[in-house]
């Protein structure tokens, strides 16, 4: 095989089937990687940008009235931050409307439904990391597998010549190494990616947990007041009790 047959599509063409499944295997896992990486990008962004508009807005003095209105019928647009919020203010306000007064309860009722909200928020934010952290780890070893394999294959047929040059072995060899690197090329961009989310959502997590802490504390100042409904005592709290302090 000459250097002009050395092209990474003729040392592809000429491994063993075990070689080229192997390769096939991990161009697939890789088109698959991107795809998470791409897909999980815009993902990440789109909710950090919803929970900035949502937290602005919050802080702003906006009635809570018109909050969760917004949030009850916008379920599927809007933020985690916001469905927390929601989660918060629903279980909230059926505690006041059965009559209980009792500060403690209201607050436990509220962060036990927040706690549960983000904890679902979060697996779907989360979503597609175990993938991008399995494909990082794995597919070096995959790659390394179907490299030792093609060497076995290669030194297997030089077994019957009488005379071994490098010309001889190295097409072989090379045939075999292209394994280990496309297993890298699929390893290398899911390990970087898997950092970079891992950070940003360990950011997230915190806004969110940070936002439960302050909701709740919003909360805790206005359950002394008198028993109203629902819907009054939340908007009655929304234009005094619920303004940018935090």
Same mark, same amino acid.
């Given at each position: 095989?000459?250097s002009?047959?050395?092209?990474?599509?003729?040392?592809?063409?000429?491994?063993?089937?075990?070689?080229? $499944?192997?390769?096939?295997?991990?161009?697939?896992?890789?088109?698959?990687? &991107?795809?998470?990486?791409?897909?999980?990008?815009?993902? @990440?962004?789109?909710?950090?940008?919803?929970?900035?508009?949502?937290?602005?807005e919050f &802080?702003?003095?906006?009635?809570?009235n018109?909050?969760?209105?917004?949030?009850a019928? %916008?379920? #599927?647009?809007?933020?985690?931050?916001? *469905?927390? $919020?929601?989660?918060?203010m629903?279980?909230?306000?059926?505690?006041?409307?059965?009559?209980? #007064?009792?500060?403690?309860?209201?607050?436990?009722?509220?962060?036990r439904?927040? *706690?549960?909200s983000f904890?679902?928020?979060m697996?779907?934010?989360?979503?597609?990391?175990s $993938?991008l952290?399995?494909?990082?780890?794995?597919s070096?070893?995959?790659?390394? $597998?179907?490299?030792? &394999?093609?060497?076995?294959?290669a030194?297997?047929?030089?077994?019957?010549?009488?005379?071994?040059?490098?010309?001889?072995?190295?097409?072989?060899?090379?045939? +075999?190494?292209v394994?280990? +690197? @496309?297993?890298?090329?699929?390893?290398?961009?899911?390990?970087?990616?898997?950092?970079?989310?891992?950070?940003?959502?360990?950011?997230?997590a915190?806004?969110?947990?940070?936002?439960?802490?302050?909701?709740?504390? @919003?909360?805790?100042?206005?359950?002394? %007041?008198?028993?109203?409904?629902? %819907? %009054?005592?939340?908007?009655?709290?929304?234009?005094?009790?619920?303004?940018?302090?935090?």
């Amino acid at each position: 095989m000459n250097s002009q047959d050395m092209s990474i599509v003729t040392l592809v063409l000429h491994a063993s089937w075990v070689v080229q $499944f192997v390769m096939l295997l991990l161009l697939g896992v890789s088109v698959a990687s &991107w795809a998470a990486i791409f897909r999980k990008l815009f993902g @990440i962004k789109r909710v950090k940008a919803l929970n900035e508009d949502f937290e602005r807005e919050f &802080w702003s003095g906006t009635s809570l009235n018109d909050l969760y209105a917004r949030a009850a019928s %916008a379920a #599927q647009e809007i933020g985690p931050m916001e *469905r927390i $919020f929601a989660s918060g203010m629903r279980e909230y306000q059926k505690l006041r409307e059965r009559h209980i #007064q009792d500060a403690g309860t209201l607050l436990d009722g509220a962060r036990r439904a927040m *706690r549960a909200s983000f904890q679902r928020e979060m697996d779907v934010i989360e979503s597609s990391l175990s $993938f991008l952290a399995t494909v990082g780890s794995v597919s070096p070893y995959v790659g390394l $597998f179907g490299t030792v &394999w093609g060497i076995m294959h290669a030194f297997t047929g030089f077994a019957g010549m009488e005379q071994v040059t490098l010309a001889t072995v190295a097409p072989g060899i090379a045939e +075999a190494l292209v394994a280990t +690197a @496309i297993g890298l090329f699929a390893a290398i961009p899911a390990v970087i990616a898997y950092n970079r989310f891992a950070r940003d959502i360990d950011r997230i997590a915190m806004q969110l947990e940070t936002f439960i802490e302050e909701f709740s504390n @919003i909360l805790q100042r206005n359950t002394g %007041a008198p028993p109203a409904p629902a %819907a %009054a005592h939340a908007h009655a709290h929304a234009s005094t009790g619920f303004s940018n302090t935090r």
